[in-house]
């Protein structure tokens, strides 16, 4: 019993030295800033996630780059087949 109240009376310590300590606004300003931080660092956000993505090229293919347009074209087709064996 005695190593309950210990923890709860840290607890309420604790507590009550943050409430103070928020008290003051500039102490708010850093406690938000870091806890904003923390958040990106953990969770990012989507802005941030689509730098990271490797897209030089996205869109519609230069008509030129023969490649491109060959997967475009089997990509375009890959679906049609599907659709028409499903049928059938």
Same mark, same amino acid.
Do not use: C
């Given at each position: #019993?005695?190593?309950? &109240?210990?923890?709860?009376? &840290? $607890?309420?310590?604790?507590?009550?030295?943050? !409430?103070?300590? $928020?008290? +003051?606004?500039? +102490?708010?300003?850093?406690? %938000?800033? @870091? &806890?904003?931080? $923390?958040?990106?660092?953990?969770?990012?956000?989507? =802005?941030?996630?689509?730098?990271? &993505?490797?897209?030089?090229?996205?869109?519609?293919?230069?008509?030129?780059?023969?490649?491109? +347009?060959? #997967?475009?074209?089997?990509? !375009? #087709?890959?679906?049609?087949? @599907? =659709? +028409? %064996?499903? #049928?059938?």
């Amino acid at each position: #019993m005695k190593r309950v &109240l210990s923890m709860g009376s &840290l $607890l309420a310590v604790g507590v009550g030295a943050s !409430a103070v300590w $928020l008290s +003051n606004k500039p +102490n708010r300003i850093k406690a %938000e800033t @870091f &806890l904003r931080d $923390l958040k990106r660092k953990v969770i990012p956000t989507v =802005y941030e996630k689509s730098e990271k &993505l490797p897209i030089e090229k996205g869109g519609h293919p230069h008509p030129h780059d023969v490649e491109d +347009n060959k #997967m475009v074209d089997e990509g !375009a #087709m890959y679906s049609v087949k @599907f =659709y +028409n %064996e499903k #049928m059938q």
